[in-house]
């Protein structure tokens, strides 16, 4: 039964795309509406620039666009990060080369900092970097390397390498460190609802001119082991999200990683925390000019869609794929482990750094809700710096998958 309508406006040649797609193959997935309306080509919100800009170059990510990230609020995050790194590379007996892959790298604003501050400070680090960048679309590529070429200059080409996918990396073959921010909040995710005891999936139709939203049974038997597997427990009529693409792509990070660490930073929660029964609807939002809403049928493929990461789950599918977790904690406390305080502790309080920190840090902000997961493969057993002080959470993520 349809259960709810909605205007239709947006991107128009990619309306039309999902439209033909919904006639000819009957009711989608909402997995499937959110992949078409982020990453859809050539029409998907990552893959073009925005257009109905009022500003000549108007980017989706940063105060000019939809939505901002940490390495568009302060660079703050890579210098401490090229610290943490530092020592990951003596642990791995400094490799030549030590790869750096960045998932999602968006403006290749994080990638500047990291390779300015390790220019900086560590030259025979750098040396021996390769920056690898794995970044599904081509317009952000293109946009990335123009912002390296300019920021970094032309010297740091030959440590610079760009894949669109994980898929195009060959198993075991990376020595380094896997990093990504705000990467797997961007993953597609079916969405679900408990409804008289049963594990019911949204769909989306399109009927007298608008899409329209329905349930009915889960479109894969994937969706109904997640359920098993991380224990998630809905409550009637609770909706929410599973997240089997971030699954997948945990397990081709695995894959990939011959020998380090994998850092994952992105906002979320642990699976209890997320199935939490007041979480009546989810954490899916949308973004536009850093306004949220609710509603995906709007400005379909002109705004950001993004669901919180259920960082129980990754640590879980991480560890059945060969990862070892090292530790999770806030971004706040990472950041105080690292040290953060003596980086601005010279500077005005006034300054853009330290206004730009007080925001990382916010207890009721991004310092609490954004999580810093750490895994590893090939190692001796180690800890971190940012690890120092660990979360205080109800439930921790679990290095076992059940
Ligand atoms: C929310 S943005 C974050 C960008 C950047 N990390 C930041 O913090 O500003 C998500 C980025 O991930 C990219 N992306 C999404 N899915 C991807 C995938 N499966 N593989 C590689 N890149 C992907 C998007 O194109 C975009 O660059």
């Known amino acids: 039964m349809p259960s709810d309508s909605h205007q239709i406006e947006g991107n128009h040649d990619l309306i039309q795309k999902i439209v033909s797609e919904i006639s000819q193959k009957g009711l989608m997935s909402f997995a499937r509406f959110m992949e078409m309306a982020l990453y859809d080509v050539p029409y998907g919100y990552y893959m073009t620039q925005a257009v ?37 590379d003596v642990r791995l007996g400094h490799p030549d080369p030590f790869t750096f892959m960045e998932i999602g790298a968006g403006n ?29 679309s081509p317009y952000l590529q293109l946009r990335q390397a123009a912002r390296l070429r300019e920021a970094v200059g032309n010297r740091v080409e030959g440590h610079l390498r760009w894949r669109s996918s994980l898929e195009e990396v060959d198993s075991n073959s990376l020595t380094g460190v896997v990093f990504s921010n705000e990467l797997v909040d961007a993953l597609p995710v079916h969405r679900v609802r408990w409804e008289n005891n049963q594990l019911r999936e949204i ?36 909706t929410s999200e599973l997240h089997l693409e971030a699954e997948a792509w945990m397990n081709n990070v695995a894959r990939i990683l011959h020998r380090g660490v994998v850092m994952t930073i992105d906002y979320g929660h642990t699976g209890s925390d997320y199935y939490r029964s007041d979480r009546k609807d989810g954490t899916f939002l ?17 705004q950001d ?25 806030t971004l706040a406390n990472w950041l105080i482990g690292l040290g953060v305080e003596e980086l601005v502790k010279d500077q005005d309080q006034e300054s853009e750094d330290v206004k730009a920190l007080t925001h990382l840090l916010r207890p ?23 690890l120092r002080y660990p979360a205080f959470f109800d439930d921790v993520v679990s290095s076992r998958r059940d």
């Open 286 to 302: 949308c973004y536009y000019r850093h306004a949220i809403s609710t509603n995906p049928y709007i400005l379909v493929g002109e």
């Open 364 to 386: 009721h902000g991004m310092g609490k809700t954004f999580k810093v997961l750490v895994q590893q493969k090939g190692m001796e057993p180690f800890t971190l710096q940012g």
């Open 52 to 88: 109905e800009s009022e500003q000549p170059s108007h980017d989706r990510i940063g105060w000019g666009g939809d939505f901002f990230t940490a390495p568009e609020l302060s660079p703050i995050l890579a210098k401490t990060l090229v610290r943490q790194i530092l020592d990951i």
């Open 203 to 238: 769909f989306v139709a399109y009927e007298g001119g608008h899409f329209v939203e329905c349930l009915d049974h889960c479109s894969s038997p994937k969706l109904a082991e997640y359920v098993d597997t991380y224990h998630v427990s809905l409550s009637e009529g609770q």
């Open 305 to 329: 869609m993004t669901a919180h990461v259920n960082f129980s789950a990754l640590a879980g599918s991480g560890t059945t794929s060969g990862l070892d977790l090292i530790g999770f904690t």
């Open 108 to 136: 290749g604003t994080f990638a500047v900092d990291f390779l300015q501050e390790c220019r900086a400070i560590a030259s025979d680090f750098f040396n021996r970097l390769s920056y690898d960048i794995v970044e599904r």
